[in-house]
C-alpha cells in the first residue's frame, strides 16, 4: 500500500506500512543527530518505532551537521 506525505515541502508517495524509524532509514537518514516534526509537532526519538507513518502526513525532518 503506497502512502502519500509531505517532506519537508515536498509531495512524496513510498511503500507502506512504515513506522517514523522505518521512514528515516528508508530515506537514509536512520543515523546521526535528526529531529523529526509530523503534522506540527516533534516526535521524540524514543517515539520512532512505534509511531506510524499515515496518509497525508507532513513531516519536516532536520539533520544536524558539524562544523565550524
Known amino acids: 500500500m503506497d502512502i502519500n506525505l ?8 513510498l511503500a507502506g506500512p512504515l513506522s517514523v524509524a522505518g521512514l528515516l532509514d528508508r530515506l537514509g537518514l536512520s543515523g546521526g543527530k ?7 509537532e516533534i516526535v521524540p ?6 509511531v506510524a507513518v ?3 502526513d ?3 525532518i532536520v539533520r ?5
Open 6 to 13: 509531505t517532506i519537508n515541502g515536498e509531495p512524496r508517495r
Open 34 to 40: 535528526v529531529a523529526v516534526e509530523r503534522n506540527l
Open 45 to 50: 526519538r524514543s517515539a520512532w518505532d512505534i
Open 54 to 56: 499515515t496518509e497525508g
Open 58 to 60: 507532513r513531516f519536516e
Open 64 to 68: 544536524f551537521i558539524g562544523g565550524g
